[in-house]
Each structure stands twice: as C-alpha cells, then as structure tokens.
C-alpha cells in the first residue's frame, strides 16, 4: 500500500493535518473540532442527509455536508458561523415538526438521543412551524425490539447499518418525501420478516426512540448506567460486550466497539437471548427429598455430594462437562480428573472430529472481509454464528465476493450465494459449475463446521481445494473451522474427550457417581437428555449433580443441583475461533448462591 | 414515378389528436383516385404544433396543413392532388393582418425557428436507419473514428462552446475532458433521459423523432471518454420512445455501428436501456445512477462527482438527451460553425416546449439569444381568448416565473438565473390574467413536495412547511407572519438542501414574490383572489370579478323563490345603486361566469337592472329601506365629510351613514345632481329620473348633500379636514388629456366631458355637421351617439383594432347600427384649421401593429400614410387626468403617474385624516371599480374610527335554497333589451328598456349557482 498523500487545511483558522481522501468532518475530529452530525456514524458509508454537519468552504457559496466532502489541500472551511446556525437550527424545527418528539413521553429514552443533545446544543428552546404530527403506526412484533415511526427523523443509520454491518437489508426507506417510512422487507411487520436476523444493530444506532429494546424500555438513560466490558460465550466467536447495568440489573447489552473481534457488532444470542429471554435460574443449591428437589444450603448438599461420592470407587465416578466452561474452569477439569474415572465434554454431531486436531485461524474475520471467495460447508453460521455470517454477507454484498454454501440445511445464506448445494447430492457436473465461478478467486475462503467432517463432507473439501490450487492465479486457501460450542476447541486441547454421543459413554462402565457441568448453558444441559438411553442411564446412577445455571429438565432429573454462574457473573477467559484468549468480567455479582464452575468442582472433588 | 411526398406527424400530440385515422383516410382516398404510386405517404414523428394537431407537410411544395380530420381528407385531395391548389380550409393563419398561409416556411410558427437539433424530426421515419444515414447519420461517428483521435473530439466540443442542456448549463467539453482524465476503468457513459418536468416533452420528441442521433452522439461520447458501455436512463411514462430506441439501437447493432469493432478501428461500444420508474429526483445524476444500480433512486453529496466516483463506484458521464443529439451536428459542421449560433456564452440552439395558456402549444427550436416575447408572441402565436399574459414559467418545477416586463430578455443561461429563474430543461409554461400567482407556486412547489425523495429534511419537512402554507395563503387564513416564515423557509430550504430538487423548489415561490408580491399580500389582507383561482377566497367567479363583490348567485336565486323584497335588499346592500349601474356598469362579473361554457354567461346585469328598476317602480323600495333603517348603528358622533357625489363617494356615503357616522356630501355641480350620472353619461343610456331615485334612497339613509361646492373656490378643503374626523376624496378624473398634436386649440375641438356635459345641461354648442371622435372607450362611443342625436354624421377614430377597444362591446354596435363610422387602426396627427381658427378636418396616419408589450398587447406604429377626415368638430376623448391643483391644497404626496399616493390596503392618503378613493387614487377606472374603491373605503374608515370591524354587520341574513340546480335549465341566454334602430337613433330617453319578468326569471334559472361548493362526496359543504 502507498501511503496516502498528507494534505493541510484550515478549519475554523486552525491548521490541521490528514491524510488525501479524508472528510473534512474525519479531519475535523481528529482535530478535536466539534461538528455536529445526526446521520453520521463512523463505521458506516457517509450519507449526506440530515445537513447538521455542513461547513462553509472558501470560494464557495453553496454549504457543504462535512461527512461527505472529500478535504482538500489548502482549503480554508468554516465550522461555526451565524449562517450555518441558523440552518442547522431550521432543519432542527423541521425535524421537530415533523414528526412527535416530545421527550417525556418517548418510551426508549435514551438519555443519549441524538436529536434531543442538538436541540440542547442548539439552544432550542421553541419551534417556528407549527406541528405537522402525522399519526403514524407503531410496530411492536418483533421479538426484542419495536420501532415507533412517530420518533423516527429519517437519518437511515438503522437502514444502512442493516445494509453495511449485519448485511441482510432488511430495513429501507419507502416512499417519498413527506411520506417516508423505515420499512420491513417488503412493508412487512418485524414478527413476519424473512429476512432479519434480530441482531438488533439498528436498534444500537438508531439516534432517537424510534428502534427501542423492549427489555430496556422506560429503563432511564443509558447514560446514567454503569458499563463493563465482558466476552460473549454463547458461540466460540467470542465477541465483545458492552454491559449497561443499574441497580444490579442489566438495562442493556450493546456490542463492545473496541474489541478486535466483533468491533461492535452482534448477533442476536450475544445481544438479547442472554438477559431479554425469561429463564428460570437456580439459585440455590436442590436436593432430591422424596422425589422432589427442595432447597438446602450448600452444607447439606456438599454433604450429600460427599456421601454419594464415598460409595463409589474412583472408576465409577464420571465428569461430564458443557464445552462453554472457561479456560480457568478447564485447568480446574484437567486438576479433578484423576479423581473420577473419565472426564467428557459433550459436543454436537461431528464436532468431536474438530476437536480431535483444534486448530484456530489468527484474524479469521478480518481474514473474510478481504476474501474475494468464500465457501462455506457443513456450518450454519446464520443460527451458529450470526457474526461471522454478517461478515460472510457484507463481504458478498458490500465487495462482490463470491459465495458458495454446502450444506445439509437451508439458511438465509443461500439467497446470496452464487451456488448452493446440499453435501449430500452433488452431481459430477455441478463440479463445472463451481469450477466457473471460482475461476480467476485470488482470495478463498473456506468456513467449514462440524458436518464438513463427515465422510462426503471431507469429499467435497478436497474436490474444492483441488479446483482452488489449478487457479493459477489462487493463493492457498484460508481455511477457517467454526464449531458450534464456544470453547470445545480450547478444552479439547487441555485434551478433555469430546463426546457426541453421552449414552454409550455413559454405558460404558457402570457409573455409581457422576457430575455434570452444565454451566450457564441456556438449555440447562437438557441436550443430553435428547439421546433416547440418556434418561434411562441417569436413572439407574446413585448419585446424579448437576451444577447448572437454569433449571431444565436435567436438573430436575438430578439428585443435586448445584447453582452455577452465569455468563455474567463468571470471570476467567475463553479462546475464540480465532485462538484469541479473550477475557470475562463479571458484570454482576452473583445471584442467590450462585458460585464460579471451577469454584464448584474445586469444593466437590476437595 | 412518385412527385410528392405527404408527411403525415405521428407524434404523441398528434396520435392523441388522432393522425391515425387521417392516415388511413389519405391511404383509402390516394388509391381510390390512382394517386397511390404518385404520392407517398410517411409517418414522421412530431413537427412541433402539437395543438394544431393532426398536421401534415406536403413535399416538395411545402404546404402546411393543420387541425386535419378524416372527414376533411377527400376535400383535401381533390383539392391539392387532382385540382392543384392548396386546400384553404386547413391552412394555418399567418401574421396578424395576413390572412393565410400556404407553405410552413411563411407560418411563424414555423419560420421563426432554427432547427439543428429537431432537424430530423418530423421528416424521417424514426424507424428506419436508412434515413438516418441519408441525412448524413452516423458519419460523424465515422469520422471521429477514422480520422479523430479522444482528445481532437474533446477539443472539437470544448470549441463549440456546447453547454449541457440538462439545465445548469455546465461546458460539455469540459466534462469530457475531466471524465477522460478520471483514472480508474472501466468507465461509463450514461444518457439522462428522465425527463419530467411537467409541460416538458423536448427529449421525448429527439427520441421519438430521431433516436440514432443520441445513439451516435453517445459512441462519440464514448470514444472520446475512454468508455465502452453506455446506458440511457428513460422514464417508464414515455413508451414509444422507449420502442422507438430498442428498434434504433437494435438496427445500429445490426450495421455495426454498435457492438465491437466500429468501422474496424478496435473500438467497443454498447448500449443499454434503463426504464426508470416516474421519479421526479432519478433526473439527479446522482440518484439517476442509484437507480440505474437497483437501489433507491436518492441524491447523495457531490462531490465526489460522477467523474470521480459515478456508477458502481466508477468514473462516469452524464449527459442529456438534447446534448448528445447535438455532438453528431458539431462533429459534422465543425465547432466554428456551432459557434457562430447563438450568443457570447450560450451557444448554439435550444428547444422549448410550449404550454399553458398559449395559441401554438408545442415544440419549438430557437438559437440562444431570441427573446422570451419572440418564442411567446412570434412563434407561439400569443395568449388565446384575447386575455392578457401575465408571466411564464421557464425551468420546470424549479425554475422561476418571468414577468411581463422582463420579456426581452434573450434566452441563455445567465440572463434567465438573473431573473431568478433558470434555464432548465426547457418547460415554457405561459400564464394569462386568470392564473394566480399564489396558485402558480404554490401548484409547483407541491410537484416538488411530492417527489422530493425525503432524504434530508430541509427539502422532506421544509417544503411541506411551505406548501401548508401556502395552502393556508391560499384558502384566505393566511397571515402577514405566515408570509414572512415562507419566504424564511425558502431561503433555508435553497441553501440546506442536498440536491438540486431541495434546492431549486423555492424558485417558483421566490420569483413569484419578487414579482408578484401584491398578489400575496391581497391573499393575506384582502382575502381575495382577483385571478379567481383560489376558490375558498370567492363565493362564485362571478362575485370575484365584480369590483362590488355583489352576491349575484345570492340575489338571482332569491328572485328565482320569487322574493323581490329579499333580492332588492341583497342587491341594495351589496350596491347602492342598482339600477344604475344596472344600466352601465361593464359587468366584467359575465367573463368568468361558467355557465359560458356550456352555451352564455348568464345576463347578471340586466338581472340586478330589473330588481332595481322594479322595486323602485313599487312599493318594495320602501319596503326595503324601513329594513335596512332598522340595522342602521347608533350614532358614533364622528363626521366624515365625502367629495365628491360621484359612484365613489356615492358607494362611501351610503354604508359610512348606515355605520352611524354624520357624512356630508360635498359636489361642484349644482342643484341635487352629480357631474358624472346627470351630465357624464348620456340620459339615453341613464335617464336622469333613474339617478335621482338613487339619489334619494341615498338620502334616505341618512346622508347629507351640499352642491355647488367646488373645491378650491366655495369648499375649502383645509377647514374641512379641520371639521371633520375623515375626509374622503372621491373626486373623478376631469381634466383631458391633450392629443399633443398641432391645431389642438382650434375651435371646435372639445374634451368629451365638456361636450358632454355641455348638452346635459343644454348649453348651445357650434358644432359643424361631420364630427370627430377620437377615442375607443365609454366616453367616445357616448360622445358619439350623442352628437348623432344632435343630427351629425360621425366619424370614430380609434389606434387599435376594433377588439381592442375599451368600450362596452355592444355599446359600440350600437353606435355603428345608428349610423357612426368607425376607423380603426389610426392616430391623429394634425387637426385642420380653417382661416377662421375654426376645425375644418383631422389629418391620421395608419397604424401598423409593432412589438408586443408587457401584456401582451402589440405596441402600435405609426407610418407615414396619412388621411385626411374632413369635419368641423373634433371631440377627444382620449381619457382624462387628475386635477393637481385639489392634492396642493391638501398637502398631498402623489405618484409618479400624479395620483395620489394612498396606501393600496387602507386607501389612507400621507395625511392619516384623508383617505381617497376611485380615479383619483387608482387612475380612471369605470363605474363599478369606482363604487367599489368606495365600498372599500366605506370599512376601512369605519374601522379607523371605531376599531371594530362590523361592516358585515349591516347585512341581512338571507336563507334560500342551497341544492345545486339541475345543468343546463332556463334555456337560451337574454340579450338586453333594445329598442329597434329606427326608433332608438331619434330618442334620447332609455333606449333598452328593462326585462320582463320572465326573462328575468329565466335568467335566475340559467344561473348555476358556483356559491356551492361540494366536497369530495358531491354534497355541499
């Protein structure tokens, strides 16, 4: 790369510095010039539209948008004047005219409202036009967040944020003037759309009340709100989290813009399934009395643990664990294993093949943003791994990457691919095809998830990197693994054994004593319970503990549950995708009795 | 052997118009008579007359036939074709004073332009490549490619000195030069054929008519830009241009002039067409290239520029329709040539669509250069109906509206910005007196509303805020606060919008503001429209007009109940003196009545004349005034003194005296009668019995008159304005203007007022027995007759034409049925003197029409042929000016046209205690706008004493039928009643007696009564 030319340039008399190909605004900030801005956002493509940020450039009577004008060298730019006051200030009433934006009343108050701080900064204190107040609908269907139109001031940062980060387009303008609308697929409402992914980054940009998170809500202004920074463990992405908490509440989850992962943005699990679903928590140790599980203190239940665990001899005690437990929680494993007979992780079907060899690909997001091809096969990034399904779509739709999808299940993906195919049934001369489209990619990308292990999948794996590698022009290609567990490959490397199928594992040797780490998994490890012997084989053990965080099926089949903490209440670091050690923070304290999972297995196996 | 070729238009216009049934007229009838392998028939596409459609061009001979229907077609051919001459019946009226002409060369319409662009149009079949090639299309292609290098045709555009004709007018060659130099591949190249300005059909015609011309023009474009792929951007509403260009660049791939490898010189060049979707905002290069990628067709900042980063994000270049058209000409002719047309910094031609309120609609190709008054008057053949213009609209929707006296100003870029308008793309749309300003705007400022896309908000909320309130200027509840924010706004919405739809929107408020300013405040003030658009400002069109704004559906609908008293009353309070102007007012109220459009306007005011005549001749009158008596106001205590007894003060005194004031009467003539009614007008027109009635009802209210009062000599008028609270001048205008030719002070020759009122009052007058009128209003024609009464034989000599004259048309048929001569088109030169110092003829020179003016009227010239009128009276009566001598005594400020200044709004005079009214505040002005000048005054005095405003309150409150009546009853229209000719020349005493009863009933029924308006549900609101 040529390093871009420097330019100089005045800005409110001030001499300033920057670089050619930069706006007058980014040089302005830099410069610690305040300009202000309502559409802007910095991560998006400039769009020009609210005329807040105008300037006067010498030699030019017409105002012009600083987002979008490119600096010139030498130019002389006014950012304060009587004449830009006063426009700004117009366009200020107008946008208060049009439509209802009486702050007492706005059901999201942000505190942090893009149009309300101009209006202070603006020294408004009255409107000139009289209130044209359209009585516009409200759409509340979505699952997490609803959109008031009557707040809504057109800025389309949710539009293009929709567009440019999570990449579906989802939302867009209809209409015209006047008659503007934000609207859903094709006027659709949020509860009918095909095509949103609730990842709820519009909802984080929206600079008004109109995108509001129904958790957060009538919740006070974010501003007043405490933030910790934290790591997201419902995937192995590992995103950043930027935790807004009041009164020991979580008001709001935002993505961590600082973090080199997901530099802001989320899926919808990170940002809303951790805290705006309803899950019932255990809080305090259970023990089984009579066939009912009733509270006990932490006593009464090591005691018992304690009891079941003396009458069994150390082959017949097993320790099966959640592949989402921290590093820390791991070493803690690794410390306990001699203490039981066998110590499993238990993974989705064919992930244990990924386990088998973890291997992490340094910077695999940033790595899919600059490819020129990505092939995907046998992962569902889209319900997986929203994130890296984004960074897949705005790759494909923002830089004319070409996409093809091998799968098992259909996903949103599909209607971006240039070819998508199910693993199963790929005929010989379908391979032509694909060989066209992938003619002349100078930078492949290859995603491949759990069912990318099986027999066929490994076939098409192969046939693919066979056609990459006659590209003259191709560099390998980068290959990136994706699981579905969040820390399965970092545990396995403590070499933990995955297990994909818990009842044979179970069966293997008769288990008197056995303990399962469900940690903060939103099912409460329910999912072993799905293989039909499971439920059988807990029966006929003497002494099932469970230390979870929800309550699910599985602890109701325990004779002691013990209460573990959740994703925000835990510390310690996991290891994404990428092989990143990333870090926890506890955002709150612990709830009931809850207590750290290496905390747990250390009081147990003490 | 074929000897003539017939060109029939095939052009939207004429399509709709119905050429297609012409054609297969002319095929049917060619061959019927053998005529078939003798003359050739061809569509072409549109010639430009669009309202004269369907037309049709006969090669070789020229002639030009217009308004063609089948039926008309065997006349036509038997005729040209087996007779030999042209057929009279369709062929077009030339220059006013010429009758006919034959050929398209000598019809203006046509011979007034210069077509380079048009060229082709109207002449080859739009679809057929061949003639195209004959007229020399596509070797400017061939030439560019075997013998130009990019930046020698780069060159070649920058020296002709081309501007963009998308509007702003940016140099061509320049925008090449930029494109060529853009780094980055690949680039493209893109036609603007968005057009959308309503009344603007330029490009749909080029396209329509010539479409390989923008082909060509395009792979030039390309060629020298560095760019292989072109798209032209078309809206969906146009779609035979849309065919006509498939097929044009279908067949310019198949001749290789499209494709890979033209002329095998290694150059590729395709294009594709975009249908765009009707989006206003997609003619915005930026928006036009979003749409043209799928996306929502909106604006974005420039720059960058479509040079720099354009469509996909590659360098492009976006030229118009009309721009492209002409790159093949320039290349062909060279640029010298292309530079010699047009003027210093435009060049070149352009073409205009013509629309609204003119003769010729219809395109039209002028050089830059040629006046607005030349394209509207010469080539557009004026405003119909004989109305007057008022302005045109040039630009679309956000141009400017140009004034009367800015119409020679030549048309290029810079002189129409200077005006506050804009070239555009060439929308002309004119405007005659019934097309309110307000209206104007307000009906292009809501075009702009409705397709501004909503990006940003000045444009998005901003004008929406000023179509609010210009909705509100509009429906009367308006303000002067409201009119201040609009034009705030417009400055806030020009300079903070992103694109030019935002920025250009105000431009019709703005210019329509600084030039038609009164025509607002009078919506804001006055809650009136005087255009008659803005209907919630009106009752009826008929009560608009009328300078009283009597409730004329009112009391027509109250005699149609058969309720005389009722009606009387109405008419009594609307107009104090109904059975006066019954008889001469010019009832202006019947030119916008809508009952003329289905067969006559209804005969308002013989109507309101049989009201009055009746309750007079009854006891109604009586009746009447005890009622209008009981609503008088108590007494105020202040004085008002009136001077003047004339339809001003009259119209003053009675509503100042029914308001509770003491109003004196103060008039120079003597014993109880008023110079103008008693002695003005003649008593055959107005018996004197009829005024005195008048008089007296006037009496009756409570006002007082002192006569013999003339100011200066027995009124002293600073004591007056001493004694009183107000003084009100309603004083006419009496002093007549001089001819300024020689022999003026001869005997013989009188002012008409002198005559006039000479005869009134019986004064002896040496009159020769051949007199002279010179004059076409009221007082000629009256001055006229009259003298005809007197046993003279009478010549009018008049400057205009006879639709020129001001005079009440049937006056003037009149004058001519009882024995006068009229010439027209004259002016006096020189009055004959006879030894004695006595008249003994007139000497006038013909008049040939020059120039148009301001309003559209040609400015007469005099030529050297002169006449000589032989007579021993010459009467003037040429119009009358104040006497200056009245605003002396009172310290009065005047106007540069020596009226006197008064407040347009108030009438209030630079002396807070002195208002004015009539002549002699506005000018002359006729019978009814003089009553109303003293209706008006009448509220504002009152207002200034009392502070209330309770004029209204001397109305009675009628209740009648409120349901539309059935279209079309009551029958023919009644013309007045008029004695024969015979028996009316003799006569000096009424000689159109009143209506009967029925007719007058009939006429109640002809009335469609507009007073009620219904909603959107057809009942009345």
């Known amino acids: 790369m040529i390093a871009p030319k420097k330019i100089s340039l005045h800005i409110d008399g001030k001499s300033c510095e920057g670089d050619q190909g930069q706006t007058i605004l980014e040089i302005a900030r830099a410069n610690k010039i305040n300009i202000p801005t309502l559409c802007y956002l910095k991560e998006l493509t400039p769009w020009g539209g609210c005329r807040m940020c105008i300037v006067e450039i010498e030699g030019s009577l017409k105002v012009a948008p600083s987002c979008t004008t490119p600096a010139m060298d030498g130019s002389k730019i006014t950012t304060k004047s009587d004449r830009l006051y006063q426009l700004r200030r117009a366009t200020l009433e107008l946008l208060f005219s049009e439509r209802n934006h009486l702050c007492p009343m706005c059901p999201y108050n942000k505190g942090d409202c893009g149009l309300q701080h101009q209006a202070y900064m603006h020294g408004m204190d009255s409107i000139r036009y009289p209130y044209l107040y359209p009585a516009l609908p409200e759409d509340v269907t979505g699952r997490y967040f609803g959109i008031d139109h009557n707040r809504c001031i057109l800025c389309a940062r949710c539009v293009r944020t929709c567009d440019e980060v999570e990449g579906v387009h989802t939302l867009d303008v209809s209409n015209r003037g006047i008659k503007n609308l934000i609207v859903v697929d094709m006027n659709q409402k949020f509860g009918e759309s095909t095509s949103c992914t609730s990842c709820g980054a519009c909802v984080a940009n929206c600079p008004t009340g109109a995108l509001f998170d129904k958790a957060a809500a009538f919740r006070g202004p974010l501003a007043s709100c405490q933030q910790v920074t934290t790591t997201c463990t419902e995937c192995p992405v590992g995103c950043g989290l930027k935790v807004y908490i009041k009164e020991n509440r979580i008001v709001n989850v935002w993505g961590d813009p600082d973090s080199p992962v997901n530099r802001g943005h989320l899926c919808v699990k990170g940002r809303y399934q951790t805290w705006a679903e309803p899950r019932e928590r255990v809080l305090t140790p259970l023990l089984r009395k009579n066939g009912k599980l009733e509270k006990a203190t932490w006593d009464e239940a090591l005691a018992v643990i304690r009891k079941g665990a003396k009458s069994a001899n150390k082959t017949e005690k097993a320790l099966l664990v959640a592949p989402r437990v921290t590093n820390e929680t791991a070493k803690t494993i690794t410390t306990v294993s001699d203490k039981v007979d066998r110590v499993g992780m238990f993974v989705p079907a064919n992930e244990a093949a990924l386990c088998a060899e973890p291997s992490y690909t340094a910077d695999a997001l940033q790595k899919l943003q600059d490819a020129d091809a990505i092939i995907v096969i046998g992962a569902q990034p889209t319900t997986d791994n929203g994130v890296v399904a984004a960074r897949i779509r705005t790759s494909v739709r923002q830089r004319g990457a070409k996409l093809l999808v091998f799968h098992t299940h259909k996903s949103d993906l599909d209607r971006f691919a240039d070819i998508s195919a199910n693993i199963v049934s790929l005929e010989h001369k379908f391979w032509d095809k694909v060989a066209a489209v992938l003619k002349g990619v100078q930078r492949p990308a290859v995603v491949y998830g759990p069912n990318a292990m099986t027999s066929i999948g490994v076939t098409v794996m192969e046939r693919l990197i066979k056609i990459l590698e006659k590209n003259p022009s191709g560099r390998e290609p980068l290959l990136i693994g994706l699981p579905i567990s969040p820390n399965s490959l970092a545990l396995a490397g403590t070499g933990i054994e995955a297990i994909e199928d818990v009842a044979p594992w179970l069966d293997a040797k008769p288990i008197k004593f056995l303990h399962i780490v469900a940690s903060s998994a939103p099912d409460g490890g329910a999912q072993i319970l799905q293989e039909k012997q499971v439920p059988e084989l807990l029966q006929q053990i003497d002494c099932v503990v469970v230390q979870a965080a929800y309550a699910s099926r599985l602890t109701e089949a325990a004779h002691v549950v013990l209460p573990a903490a959740i994703w925000c209440e835990k510390s310690g670091t996991i290891t994404n995708f990428e092989g990143r050690q990333l870090s926890l923070r506890p955002v709150l304290p612990m709830s009931g009795e809850a207590r750290e999972d290496g905390a747990i297995l250390e009081t147990v196996f003490a | 052997m074929i000897r003539s070729h017939v060109l029939v238009c095939g052009g939207v216009g004429c399509i709709s118009s119905g050429c297609h049934a012409v054609q297969e007229a002319l095929a049917s009838e060619l061959k019927k008579r053998g005529l078939d392998s003798e003359v050739q028939m061809i569509e072409t596409s549109c010639m430009g007359p669009c309202d004269l459609g369907p037309v049709i061009l006969i090669h070789p001979d020229g002639t030009f036939y217009q308004r063609v229907t089948a039926p008309d077609v065997a006349a036509l051919v038997e005729e040209h074709f087996v007779k030999g001459r042209p057929y009279k019946k369709l062929l077009p009226k030339g220059k006013v004073g010429e009758n006919v002409v034959t050929t398209a060369r000598d019809f203006a319409f046509m011979a007034k332009q210069t077509k380079i662009i048009l060229d082709n149009c109207g002449l080859i079949d739009a679809e057929n490549i061949d003639e195209y090639i004959a007229r020399d299309g596509y070797a400017a292609l061939g030439k560019v490619l075997t013998g130009m290098t990019p930046d020698q045709v ?183 040539w292309y530079n010699n047309i047009g003027t210093e910094k435009s060049k070149g031609t352009k073409v205009f669509a013509l629309a609204g309120k003119i003769k010729n609609t219809g395109l039209v190709e002028v050089p830059f250069g040629t006046t607005l008054r030349d394209i509207i008057f010469e080539i557009g053949g004026g405003i119909p109906d004989g109305k007057q213009f008022k302005a045109v609209q040039t630009g679309g929707p956000s141009g400017g509206v140009i004034p009367g006296q800015h119409l020679d100003t030549p048309v290029e870029y810079e002189a129409l910005q200077k005006l506050g308008s804009i070239m555009g793309s060439g929308g002309m749309v004119v405007m005659d007196e019934d097309s309110c300003m307000v209206g104007v705007a307000r009906f292009f400022l809501e075009f702009c509303c409705d397709e501004s896309c909503g990006k940003c908000p000045p444009c998005r909320v901003g004008t929406k805020q000023m179509l609010n309130l210009l909705d509100k200027i509009c429906s009367g509840e308006g303000t002067l606060t409201d009119l201040n924010q609009l034009e705030q706004l417009c400055t806030i919405v020009r300079d903070a919008s992103l694109c030019g739809l935002g920025q250009a929107a105000p431009n019709p408020v703005l210019t329509t503001l600084r030039y038609f300013r009164h025509e607002y405040e009078q919506h804001v003030r006055e809650h009136r429209c005087v255009a008659g658009e803005c209907t919630a400002l009106q009752l009826s069109p008929c009560e608009n007009t009328c300078p009283l704004h009597m409730n004329i559906p009112g009391f027509l609908q109250l005699l149609k109940e058969g309720r005389l008293d009722d009606a009387f009353e109405q008419v009594v309070m609307d107009n104090p003196l109904p059975s006066t102007t019954g008889r001469v007012c010019q009832h202006p109220c019947e030119t916008r009545c809508r009952r003329a459009g289905m067969d006559a306007s209804v005969n308002m005011r013989e109507t309101h004349r049989y009201i009055g005549d009746v309750a007079y001749q009854s006891h109604v009158a009586k009746k009447v005034l005890k009622r209008i008596l009981k609503r008088k106001k108590p007494a105020t205590g202040k004085k008002v003194a009136v001077i003047g007894a004339g339809p001003t003060g009259l119209g003053a005194a009675f509503y100042l005296a029914l308001l509770g004031h003491k109003v004196t009467v103060y008039e120079s003539a003597p014993d109880a009668g008023d110079m103008f009614f008693h002695y003005a007008l003649p008593q055959y027109r107005l018996p004197k019995r009829v005024v005195d009635r008048e008089f007296a009802f006037i009496r009756s209210v409570g006002v007082q008159f002192k006569f013999n009062a003339v100011p200066g000599k027995t009124l002293k008028l600073d004591k007056l304005a001493r004694d009183n609270d107000v003084v009100f001048l309603a004083i006419g205008t009496w002093e007549e203007i001089a001819l300024g030719i020689p022999g003026e002070d001869a005997e013989g020759l009188y002012a008409s007022l002198e005559f006039l009122t000479a005869v009134a009052c019986g004064k002896k007058l040496r009159l020769g027995e051949k007199i002279t009128v010179i004059g076409g209003g009221n007082p000629a024609i009256d001055a006229a007759r009259r003298a005809m009464r007197m046993g003279a034989d009478v010549t009018i000599v008049y400057r205009g ?221």
């Open chain 2, 801 to 1021: 034409s006879r639709e020129d004259m001001p005079a009440i048309p049937d006056e003037t048929e009149q004058a001519l049925e009882e024995g006068a001569h009229l010439i027209t088109m004259a002016a006096p030169v020189r009055v004959l003197v006879g030894k004695d110092g006595r008249v003994t003829g007139l000497e006038v020179a013909k008049i040939v029409p020059g120039k148009f003016d301001s309003r559209g009227r040609r400015t007469p010239v005099i030529t050297k042929e002169t006449r000589i009128i032989p007579c021993g009276t010459v009467i003037k009566a040429i119009g009358e000016k104040l006497d200056s001598r009245i605003t002396k005594a009172l310290g009065l400020e005047t106007t540069q046209w020596k009226t006197i200044k008064v407040d347009p709004w108030t009438l209030q005079t630079s002396n807070p205690k002195v208002y004015a009214g009539g002549g002699y505040a506005s000018g002359s002005a006729n019978v009814a706008a003089a009553m109303g000048s003293g209706k008006k005054a009448a509220k504002m005095i009152d207002e200034a004493l009392t502070g209330l405003d309770r004029f209204e309150e001397l109305w009675p409150k009628f209740e009648y039928d409120w349901t539309i009546p059935p279209s079309g009853q009551g029958g023919a229209r009644n013309p007045a009643r008029l004695l024969p000719v015979e028996e009316r020349k003799g006569t000096w005493i009424d000689v159109s007696p009143t209506f009967t009863e029925w007719q007058a009933k009939a006429e109640c029924l002809r009335c469609l009564r507009c007073d009620i308006k219904t909603g959107t549900d057809g009942k009345p609101r």
């Open chain 2, 154 to 336: 780069i060159a070649e555009i920058k020296a002709s000195g081309l501007r963009g004709r998308g509007g702003a007018g940016f140099p061509t060659g320049v925008k090449w030069d930029l494109m060529r130099r853009a780094p980055g591949t690949p680039k493209y190249i893109i036609c603007n054929a968005d057009e959308g300005d309503p009344g603007a059909f330029m490009n749909r015609a080029v396209l329509e008519g010539d479409p390989h011309r923008v082909v060509e023009g395009m792979a030039i474009g390309g060629y020298a830009m560095g760019a292989n792929r072109g798209f032209i951007y078309i809206r969906a509403e146009y779609p035979l241009a849309i065919e006509r260009l498939k097929i044009a660049i279908d067949q310019a791939y198949k001749s290789g002039l499209l494709g890979n490898n033209l002329f095998e010189k290694g150059f590729n060049f395709d294009i594709e067409l975009r249908i765009g979707a009707g989006a206003f905002v997609c003619g915005e290069e930026t928006a036009l290239m979003r749409s043209i990628e799928g996306k929502r067709g909106q604006p974005q900042p420039r720059p960058p520029f479509p040079a720099q980063r354009g469509l996909w994000g590659k360098p492009s270049n976006i030229n118009n329709v009309e721009t492209w058209a002409t790159v093949p000409v320039i290349i062909r002719n060279g640029a010298g």
